[in-house]
């Protein structure tokens, strides 16, 4: 009989989960397989809860998406998921403190990303063409997932 894994050895699987499947499924499309809903469907696998219920629905273009920022008080990507994730039990950490399986947000050229950390100690983030990895400077904010 094999043994459950645990939360934490779940997360720890998302990213490469997330990688195969947007290798996969090609281009993102907005409200549907953008970095924030391929999380959050991965997610609600693993947690049994929908990270992105605020936002799914609501839209199906990048501008779309920053229309539903704004609505709901938020200049950024960033600035909605602080609230987001603590407001679902999550734990903010240092990005350097960051382990396996940790979720965050990337800022690299001018772009926000939500991401989870992955073994290889890169970020993984939903691209608009497959996947993107990050070395660790580029996560703006951290929470371990409860």
């Keep these: 009989m094999e043994a459950e894994l645990t939360l934490r050895e779940r997360l ?3 990213p490469d989960v997330m ?3 947007a290798i996969a499924a090609g ?23 929908d990270i992105a219920h605020a936002f799914r629905g609501r839209y199906r273009t990048k501008t ?8 709901m008080g938020y200049a ?5 998921f602080v609230p987001q994730a603590t407001g679902l039990g999550w734990m903010r950490i240092d990005p350097a403190d960051a ?3 940790d979720a965050g947000v990337l800022a690299a050229k001018g ?11 890169f970020w993984i983030a939903r ?10 400077p580029h996560c703006r904010i951290a929470f371990r997932i409860a």
Excluded at 30 to 42: E, H, S, T
Excluded at 64 to 71: E, I, N, P, S
Excluded at 111 to 121: F, I, K, N, P, R
């Design 12 to 14: 720890v699987a998302v």
């Design 19 to 21: 990688k195969a499947r």
């Design 27 to 49: 281009p993102a499309l907005w409200g549907r397989d953008d970095c924030l809903m391929a999380y959050a469907d991965l997610l609600r696998d693993v947690l049994g809860y």
């Design 64 to 71: 779309g998406f920053v229309r539903v920022l704004r609505r």
């Design 76 to 80: 950024s990507l960033s600035e909605a």
């Design 99 to 101: 382990a396996p399986g």
């Design 111 to 121: 772009v926000e990303s939500c991401a989870m950390l992955h073994a290889s100690g």
């Design 127 to 136: 691209g608009a063409n497959g996947f993107v990895a990050a070395p660790p």
